[in-house]
């Protein structure tokens, strides 16, 4: 049996515990019932897959005593052969490691990271090395995300890809059923034009400052500009109000505010092109969903996703970040082509990633679970343990 950890199970997390456990003897375990950054609504249906160890995301005095009895009591219920971790840097992951080591179980580490999402230091780099050889395998985002495990120590054959996926056969049907009925969401009842459609976290890495200054500069070329919806909310929520005013872009740019799961399929439905300008993106889910809604997609060459999702000409394109002209002369270039090679581009996308959905992390959680299974758990020496004690101390 298998032990799936992760902070929340949100939608896409139960995506992945339905194939996973489609597939082998799959047990969930959320460190809490609602997540910190998304304001997703709690699933209902799930009580039998899925085991909550605390309530509340919050972090009251004495937090982790309390987390820490919770997750061995489950685990040691649980008794499983392998355990399968997010990430290697959080208090929660490095305690769940924790036990494994101390209980002679093998850990999987899941992981979402490429060398080029943070800024690097050799000291944390070293550390990150210690700490990933605890673990007997790992399940990565794609190319980037293995080479990156590779490069911090870990053997290419305890490698596993397919950690970032999302339903695709939900958002495929949805949107070609929310499309056929040909009604848009109500928040965009008065909205006539075709649109870019963007969603994100309204913080500082997703490069929305950017994204609305490339889109002015895009309306300045068009001879028919499209519209452009923005998805999402945060801390950024009022200053990206004051540069649409600032930009006189009122009448042509939506900010519906964050829409829960079963709301997103009618926004990708009626959309043109999707949109992700982060800086920085460990990989960038919202692609995925957008590519099996069948949109074409520009995509921030910094998004971990962009190696493995995006084929310039061929589903969308990449872009430098930092370079607004850029996104202009794409969005405009897009903004030109007929529906008919739009949509050949979007059925090319949901081609790319019919390869990455729920089935491929089955697959890679199960190649993973296998190969750390023959690799045994670690036996880490005094030092390690030393260290992965002082780690979590921080």
């Not at 996973?20 to 809490?32: L, Q």
């Not at 996926?165 to 070609?176: G, M, Q």
């Not at 400052?209 to 028919?224: I, K, V």
Request: hydrophobic share 45%.
């Amino acid at each position: 049996m298998v032990a799936l950890l992760f902070d929340h199970f949100g939608p896409y997390h139960l995506a992945r515990l339905r194939a996973a456990g489609g597939a082998a003897d799959v047990r969930g375990i959320e460190f809490y019932r609602r997540s910190a950054d998304y304001g997703w609504a709690v699933a209902e249906g799930r009580a039998a897959n899925v085991e909550t160890l605390v309530l509340s995301a919050g972090r009251p005095a004495g937090w982790k005593g309390a987390f820490k009895t919770a997750l061995e009591g489950a685990l040691n219920e649980l008794r499983p052969e392998v355990v399968v971790v997010p990430g290697w840097s959080a208090f929660e992951s490095l305690w769940a490691l924790k036990w494994c080591l101390a209980n002679n179980v093998p850990a999987v580490v899941m992981s979402e990271s490429c060398a080029h999402d943070e800024r690097r230091s050799w000291l944390t780099e070293w550390v990150k090395g210690r700490v990933l050889g605890l673990f007997s395998a790992g399940l990565a985002g794609g190319r980037l995300h293995r080479d990156y495990l590779m490069r911090l120590g870990m053997a290419e054959e305890q490698i596993f890809l397919g950690y970032d996926a999302v339903d695709n056969e939900y958002f495929r049907t949805s949107a070609k059923k929310a499309k056929a009925g040909g009604k848009m969401p109500l928040s965009m009842a008065d909205l006539t034009a075709p649109y870019f459609l963007a969603s994100a976290r309204f913080i500082t890495k997703k490069n929305l400052p950017l994204l609305l200054r490339a889109y002015a500069r895009y309306r300045e070329a068009a001879g028919r500009p499209w519209s452009l919806v923005l998805l999402g909310d945060g801390p950024m929520r009022a200053e990206l109000e004051a540069l649409v005013v600032e930009l006189k872009l009122e009448d042509c740019v939506l900010l519906p505010g964050f829409k829960q799961y079963e709301e997103l399929p009618a926004y990708y439905a009626h959309a043109r092109v999707f949109i992700h300008a982060s800086t920085t993106e460990q990989w960038g889910l919202v692609v995925n969903e957008a590519m099996a809604s069948g949109l074409p997609v520009l995509v921030s060459n910094r998004c971990g996703c962009a190696a493995d999702l995006v084929r310039d000409g061929v589903n969308g394109y990449t872009f430098d970040p930092r370079d607004s002209e850029v996104l202009a002369q794409l969005m405009l270039r897009m903004s030109r082509l007929s529906d008919e090679e739009l949509g050949r581009m979007g059925r090319a996308g949901e081609e790319i990633i019919s390869q990455w959905g729920p089935e491929r992390f089955a697959h890679g959680l199960l190649g993973a679970a296998e190969a750390a299974t023959a690799k045994g758990p670690r036996q880490p020496g005094l030092f390690d343990r030393v260290l992965l004690k002082l780690l979590c101390l921080r």
